[in-house]
């Protein structure tokens, strides 16, 4: 019989890690400006940096560096945020691209897409996915302008190194638009328990390290519109992905969280593992407009290329028959399955394979589960498969 004390305690997360003493002293740490010398000051224990000041630190590299730097030791082993204001000093860019995305806003609204959202329910806001490449496909320049931003990509490069990628989320709350439920993000965010304690601990600390979060104000955001509510130093909580889905952790986050008021083209950058959520808009005429930023490691990436549909659809009517016929067994079935069909459903097109119900559309894997477990004809099975690739596009 093996030790499974010794062999589980360092590898397996579950609830019984999840413990919540020790949560609360470990979000007890304290941001001390001698920590972030850089910074203009430390705000709710965040350190907060001058935008202007960034921009000239930036034109030195070895300056660059020690900005970067301190940075990085935020988004790793402190309170896991940073804000700049005005990250954006050209505040009629940021009013321009504003006005394109409303106006994408207004086509989408109109045409009645009934688009939801990962924490509020369709309507409740206005959201548009992949404002990336739609702002870039309406407005090019003004798209160029605006992504020439020297601080973005130095904040990128400070958590991902080069080759990151960026992708945006436009999202509006109007007036009386309720909070969302605490939460880490993507990747492991986006997950539920059962799923979560399948993965090692080693890939819960990794997640964080594979994205960066972020948000440019475009509009004036006082605390009464409900800027994102943040919990500093709960990134470095190694259970956290598992303790944020129960309600006692959630309860600390409502009595500890902070905000930042922003002013129009301010910034504010987080590891994705803080525990955050959007505020209450309790005003009766502001809306809160914000440009939210997801920006991805470049080595969340296979190294290979690998048609999975093709593969799926080759295997699938051997698969079945050899489940049939006893020849596998139901987990050597599902052994087949995970060397196959592609388990993760990002990136997905969002407008599309809009998540209306849970966090995210069905993956690959669970669709041939499904036909496995149905039953499907290898036309049924065929038909799902192309009718899922055919919402892997970008409009």
Request: net charge negative.
């Amino acid at each position: 019989m093996l030790d499974q004390k010794h062999t589980h305690a360092s590898v397996w997360l579950d609830d019984r890690d999840c413990d919540i003493e020790a949560f609360k002293r470990h979000i007890d740490q304290e941001t001390s400006k001698a920590d972030y010398p850089l910074a203009e000051e430390i705000a709710g224990n965040i350190p907060v940096y001058d935008g202007d000041a960034m921009r000239k630190a930036m034109a030195d590299e070895d300056d660059a560096r020690a900005v970067m730097a301190e940075w990085n030791r935020s988004f790793q082993s402190g309170p896991g945020i940073v804000a700049i204001r005005k990250a954006y000093a050209d505040i009629a860019l940021v009013d321009a691209v504003t006005e394109e995305l409303s106006a994408i806003i207004a086509e989408e609204e109109a045409g009645n897409s009934g688009k939801g959202d990962h924490f509020a329910a369709a309507g409740a806001n206005s959201r548009v996915w992949n404002g990336h490449e739609k702002l870039c496909v309406r407005a090019p320049e003004l798209f160029a302008r605006y992504n020439a931003n020297e601080l973005i990509r130095r904040v990128a490069e400070s958590w991902l190194g080069s080759g990151y990628q960026i992708t945006t989320q436009v999202n509006v709350v109007r007036p009386g638009g309720k909070a969302q439920t605490a939460h880490r993000d993507y990747h492991m965010g986006f997950q539920d328990f059962e799923t979560l304690k399948g993965f090692p601990a080693s890939q819960h600390a990794l997640s964080a390290a594979l994205t960066l979060q972020g948000a440019v104000a475009h509009s004036d955001m006082s605390i009464e519109t409900g800027p994102t509510k943040l919990l500093p130093y709960s990134q470095s909580y190694l259970p956290g992905y598992l303790a944020v889905l129960q309600d006692d952790f959630r309860d600390v986050f409502e009595e500890r969280f902070v905000q930042l008021p922003l002013a129009k083209g301010d910034a504010a950058f987080f590891n994705p593992a803080t525990f955050h959520a959007a505020g209450e808009n309790v005003t009766n005429d502001a809306h809160r407009f914000a440009n939210l930023m997801q920006i991805g490691s470049t080595y969340g990436r296979s190294i290979e290329i690998v048609d999975r549909s093709r593969i799926t659809r080759s295997v699938y009517p051997h698969l079945k028959r050899l489940l049939t016929d006893g020849v596998l067994t139901a987990r050597e079935a599902d052994n087949v399955v995970a060397a196959t069909a592609e388990g993760y459903p990002f990136p997905a097109n969002l407008d599309i394979d809009s998540p209306l119900s849970g966090m995210a559309p069905p993956s690959q894997q669970d669709v041939m589960r499904q036909a496995l477990a149905e039953d499907w004809t290898f036309e049924q099975m065929d038909a799902a498969i192309s009718e899922q690739d055919g919402r892997k596009r970008s409009h």
